[in-house]
C-alpha cells in the first residue's frame, strides 16, 4: 500500500491517522515525497504552529544542505557548516528553547545517488527510559537540567559569538519528560545538555554520557538511509537523533526541515521553571 500524497491537502481523518502512527511509532518515513517549501510547510501546520528558522526567522523552513546559494558545494569550513555539524552530536531539536520542539519533518531534497555515509539516526529515549533499572531511574527522576546550545557547539569546535548567546540563552528543562499526549516517560539528555541542577559540570557530564551510552545501544536505534525525495518525521519529545558524518565536499545532501513548536513548561519539579533561571543568576 502507498501512503498518502503529502503534497496534497489531507483529510482531518487522515492528519489523525499519521499522528495517532506517530505517536505510536516515535518516527515515520514517507518514501517518495518531493514536496516545495510551500507544501512542505502547509502539511507540517496540520500539526501545529511551526518554529521559525534560527537564521532567518521570516521562515517556517530551514534548509540545513551542503550547498551554498548558487547550487555549490560549501566549503565544509565554512562558518555556517561547522554551525551545523552539532547536528552529528545525539540531540532532541530546539532543547535549547524553553518550548522545545515537538515534531520535526525533514525531506531529503537533493542526495547523491551514490552518497556514502550521511544517515541519520534516532535513538528511542522513552524505550530506553522504560529499561533502566531502579537504582538508575531513582537517580534520575525529577532532576532538572541545564541545556546550552553553546556546550554541543563547543564540542564540534565553532563556539557561538556574544550575539549568539544573547539570542539563545541556557534553559531548563525536566530530565525526564512525561509526554503531553501520551503521558509516558522518556529520558531529556542530548548534545546540549550541560548540568543537572545542584551539581558540578564533571558529574553531570558522567551522567549524561552514561544514560547516553545505554540510551543510544543498537536496540534502541533506527538509522536512515537516505533516498531523494523521503520525508522522516520525528517526535522530539520522545527521540534523539543524530546525522552520520559524510564528505561534505563531495557528495550533495540538501534536506530541508520544518518543526512544530513546543510548549514550555510552567513548572519543573513542582517549581516555576523562572525560579530556576532567577537562582542560577544569583549563583
Ligand atoms: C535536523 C537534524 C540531521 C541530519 O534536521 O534537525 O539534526 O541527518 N538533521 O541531517
Ligand atoms: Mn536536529
Known amino acids: ?12 481523518e487522515t492528519v489523525a491517522e499519521i499522528r495517532a502512527a506517530w505517536l505510536e511509532h516515535g518516527v515515520l518515513v514517507f518514501p517518495d515525497q518531493l514536496l516545495t517549501d510551500r507544501q512542505q510547510v ?6 501545529g504552529p511551526l518554529e521559525e528558522d534560527l537564521i532567518d526567522p521570516s521562515k517556517f523552513i530551514a534548509n540545513l544542505g551542503n550547498l551554498d546559494e548558487d547550487g555549490k558545494l560549501r566549503d565544509p569550513a565554512s562558518l555556517k557548516s561547522r554551525f551545523l555539524r552539532a ?3 545525539w540531540h532532541s531539536d530546539s532543547a535549547y528553547f524553553n518550548a522545545a520542539a515537538k515534531f520535526s519533518f525533514l525531506n531529503g531534497r ?3 545517488s551514490d552518497m556514502q ?11 530506553a527510559y522504560d529499561e533502566l ?5 531513582s537517580v534520575i527522576d525529577g532532576k532538572v537540567v541545564l541545556h546550552d546550545m553553546q556546550t554541543s557547539r563547543a564540542k564540534t569546535g565553532r563556539l557561538l559569538s556574544p550575539e549568539e548567546r544573547a539570542k539563545w540563552p541556557a534553559v531548563h528543562h525536566p530530565m525526564v519528560r512525561v509526554h503531553e499526549e501520551t503521558g509516558r516517560k522518556a529520558l531529556y539528555v542530548g548534545s546540549q545538555a550541560t548540568c543537572v541542577t545542584g551539581w558540578d559540570e ?13 540510551a543510544t545501544h543498537d536496540r534502541f536505534v533506527h538509522t536512515h538511509r537516505w533516498r531523494q525525495g523521503d520525508l522522516v518525521c520525528w517526535d522530539n519529545r520522545r527521540t534523539v537523533h543524530r546525522q552520520v558524518a559524510f564528505d561534505e565536499a563531495r557528495f550533495p545532501r540538501v534536506v530541508v526541515r520544518t518543526t512544530v ?8 519539579d513542582g517549581k516555576p521553571v523562572d525560579e530556576f533561571a532567577r537562582a542560577r543568576a544569583a549563583a
Open 1 to 12: 500500500m502507498r501512503g498518502p500524497d503529502l503534497r496534497e491537502t489531507l483529510s482531518d
Open 42 to 47: 502547509a502539511f507540517s501546520m496540520r500539526f
Open 87 to 89: 547536528n552529528q552530536l
Open 110 to 112: 537533493q542526495i547523491a
Open 117 to 127: 555515509g550521511g544517515e541519520t539516526q534516532w535513538a528511542d529515549m522513552r524505550a
Open 133 to 137: 533499572d531502579a537504582d538508575k531511574r
Open 202 to 214: 564533571v558529574a553531570s557530564q558522567k551522567l549524561f554520557a552514561e544514560l547516553m551510552d545505554f
Open 261 to 268: 513548536r513546543g510548549t514550555a513548561p510552567d513548572v519543573i
